[in-house]
């Protein structure tokens, strides 16, 4: 049977076994006198039969699964003779590609080494074998676990506090898929790094003013050496994350306070969605606007006032990138300002003050924390964010401060270096982890700030 | 189980009966004295909407200079909102409309002339739960001052924050730590604090909404005490839930009943020999 076909006929199994064990319950309850006499209502009893029936054989399943080509490949690998043995790893894959390959059709037979034709004539059978041994075995399990739930039934078992401890450790394995996946990320990237600065040292790294990555891939080839100062791509992704900043924090901050003390209901209801929009617009499509409407727009405004301004400048990039995180700052400041309690613009209001003093004096330095918070999120937001610099910012690594200038970020750098064909082992490809390295730990540590931040300010009304 | 449920039956009986006699329910005028010569606050005709409902019908009452006036009633009563009407406090409800006449001294409160900002100076509110700024104690009291520029220069603002803690007892406690936050002080310190923070600025009537129903019953008495003597400078409505608190600190007693006024006398006479059926009800804890 097939692994889809399988999981069906377990999932069916499951159903039969809950039907069973809620019948047995019932036939308890009858015999005691009804169901409040039983430990657990029915439900529970028919459930954790289905979970006996289940779970085990799911799991089973998927151990399997998660070994069969590994003890196919051994198996395979044993009956081939020692000329064709393969001695690396890369070797090893072709060898077991062609097999696969030859296994299901896609290449020709003629011609090839008999030892081959064996090989993957043994590999259908095996898959063959194992998915029938598959099958058996978990039908059995599955078989077998639905009558030990069934058979170990009684009105005492404490059917509903298993169910439930069962469901608990379900939904921590939901939880916990996120922390092992970026946990997972930062291990492939920390490995990475360490092999970038092997061949690197951390201090150029970390200290060099000089950024420009084109090693020479042979010997013999007349390339740049490479350099691997990164302070010119963190110079130019605080620059333009600067400019982003100076554009969606006032914006931001004054449309929440907007929104949050002085529109009416029926305006809120209207501007509130359209600024969510905002946040909704693919950044590829703020990538484009910026580099073919905002980017021009500025040169030539630029020009003549005789200013020199490249084509794609730091400006433009950073514009945009605000108007971006315009809904992410006003969203945030937004909750936190409806947030500070009613009794506090009372207070304010029946001293005399009007509407802005309150705002400004007690509303704003209460909610003050959160905004912060909101803003340290928008911050590690400009950081990360990619699209609209590599469409809008450019690649010259400039070390400048001038916004009318090229600069470049740390992600434009990370997309160029691992697009296109790469060696995965020359410095130049690896360096891409150790920006990304550096780029991770800066947004985890404003995010954690932030955070805290928030935590503080929500502890403080509750 | 059914003990209970006949003394249910029997509660709601009595209430039905209370409801049914006529002469008992219909408020048509408000008995006892409501009006004073030379009010220092004039209510005439004042009813409030809270949308389509009525809050409030056709009250009128003076409150005279120097005097404690309480209000007292069940919940939902319209106590809360007629002291919210003589600050415009009421204003800033959506969908709130007040009408009739009220006056401050000469001045319409709803008139046109009437600027709310220094309508809110002359007419200070203390709120029901405890609400000091996020700020230094300081500058919790400083804050009415500053804003109103009743203050030449640091000295004088000292000087009238200090003036304004003394007056609400609360300075031995916090004169060693005005820098710290005011959110830090116990419910009652707050209160006071806050109560300190509304005669900053001199006002002329202080509004007092159920000032002490989230302290304790030793803040309670020091809050009372307080009021007696902030009554020597200052007009005070207080609204309160509890009787005894009213019976303690007010010279007129107000009985508010669904939105009507239904007497206003002495707190004396109004404790001990209630002219109107529902005020002796509601004293007695019939119901409330």
């Not at chain 1, 514009?319 to 207070?347: E, H, K, W, Y």
Request: glycine share 8%; aromatic share 8%; charged share 15%.
């Amino acid at each position: 049977m097939q692994t889809s076909n399988l999981i069906i006929a377990l999932l069916v199994m499951s159903a039969l076994a809950y039907f069973f064990g809620y019948q047995r319950s019932r036939g308890f309850a009858r015999q005691l006198g009804g169901v409040s006499n039983l430990h657990s209502l029915p439900t529970y009893y028919g459930m954790r039969v289905a979970l006996w029936c289940g779970l085990p054989s799911v799991l089973l399943l998927f151990v399997c699964l998660a070994f069969e080509e590994t003890i196919i490949s051994k198996m395979l690998l044993s009956g081939i003779p020692d000329e064709i043995r393969p001695t690396s790893i890369a070797e090893y894959n072709l060898l077991m590609n062609k097999i696969e390959n030859l296994a299901s059709g896609a290449l020709s037979s003629e011609g090839v080494k008999p030892a081959l034709l064996d090989a993957a004539a043994a590999l259908g059978y095996l898959r063959d074998m194992s998915q029938r041994l598959l099958t058996g075995l978990a039908m059995l399990v599955a078989g077998g676990g639905g009558f030990w739930g069934w058979w170990r039934m009684s009105a005492q078992l404490r059917a509903r506090q298993q169910v439930e401890k069962i469901f608990k450790g379900f939904l921590l394995l939901c939880a916990s898929l996120a922390i092992f996946t970026t946990l997972g990320i930062l291990l492939s990237v920390i490995f990475e790094s360490v092999r970038f600065f092997q061949q690197v040292p951390i201090s150029e790294f970390l200290f060099g003013l000089e950024w420009s990555p084109q090693t020479a891939i042979r010997p013999d080839q007349v390339g740049g050496s490479g350099s691997f100062g990164a302070v010119p791509l963190f110079l130019g992704t605080m620059l333009i994350s600067f400019i982003a900043m100076t554009v969606a924090v006032p914006a931001g901050l004054m449309s929440a306070i907007y929104l949050a003390e002085y529109a009416g209901s029926k305006v809120r209801s209207f501007v509130k969605p359209a600024l969510e929009i905002l946040a909704g617009v693919p950044t590829v499509v703020y990538g484009y606007f910026a580099a073919l409407t905002v980017a021009p727009l500025i040169r030539d405004t630029g020009t003549s006032m005789g200013l020199s301004v490249t084509s794609e400048s730091a400006l433009a990039a950073g514009l945009v990138m605000g108007i971006m995180i315009i809904p992410f700052i006003s969203s945030l400041a937004d909750d936190v300002i409806n947030a500070v309690p009613q009794t506090m613009r009372d207070g304010s209001l029946a001293l005399g003050a009007t509407h802005s003093e309150t705002i400004k004096q007690v509303i704003i330095p209460a909610a003050l924390p959160g905004i912060v918070g909101g803003v340290l999120l928008a911050v590690s937001r400009a950081i990360g964010e990619t699209m609209i610099v590599v469409m809008a910012a450019g690649l010259a690594a400039n070390l400048t401060v001038n916004p009318l200038d090229t600069v470049t970020t740390v992600t434009v750098q990370i997309v160029t270096l691992l697009v296109g064909d790469q060696e995965f082992d020359s410095a130049k490809t690896l360096s891409a982890f150790a920006l990304g390295l550096m780029l991770f730990l800066v947004t985890l540590g404003l995010n954690y700030i932030a955070l805290r931040v928030v935590k503080k300010y929500r502890e403080q009304y509750e | 189980m059914s003990a209970l449920t006949m003394n249910l039956t029997a509660t709601a009986s009595e209430e039905n009966s209370f409801d049914s006699a006529p002469e008992q329910t219909v408020v048509e005028d408000t008995v006892g004295f409501p009006l004073v010569d030379d009010p220092k606050i004039r209510a005439r005709n004042a009813s409030v909407f809270y949308g389509d409902k009525q809050a409030i019908f056709n009250i009128d009452l003076d409150i005279g200079k120097h005097e404690v006036i309480a209000m007292i009633g069940p919940s939902g009563c319209g106590k809360s909102t007629f002291l919210r009407t003589i600050n415009r406090m009421n204003d800033t409800v959506d969908g709130c409309r007040v009408s009739g006449e009220f006056l401050l001294e000469e001045d319409n409160i709803y008139g046109s002339k009437m600027d709310v900002v220094e309508l809110r100076a002359r007419v200070g509110m203390v709120f029901q739960k405890p609400n000091p700024f996020p700020k230094s104690i300081f500058d919790n009291v400083a804050y009415g001052p500053k804003i109103h520029g009743l203050a030449g220069s640091r000295v004088e603002l000292d000087e009238i924050v200090e003036n304004s803690l003394k007056r609400a007892g609360l300075w031995a406690e916090v004169k060693d730590r005005l820098q710290q936050p005011g959110t830090g002080l116990s419910g009652g310190q707050q209160q006071r604090l806050c109560i300190a923070r509304a005669i900053s600025i001199s006002p002329e009537v202080i509004l007092m909404d159920e000032p002490c129903s989230a302290l304790d019953p030793i803040a309670t008495a020091r809050i009372e005490e307080l009021i007696a003597e902030l009554a020597e400078n200052y007009t005070i409505v207080i609204v309160t839930h509890s009787m005894q608190q009213a019976a303690r600190v007010s010279h007129r007693t107000a009985y508010f009943h669904l939105g009507k006024l239904v007497e206003v006398n002495e707190t004396e006479k109004v404790f001990t020999t209630p002219e109107h059926k529902l005020t002796e009800a509601y004293i007695t804890g019939r119901f409330g």
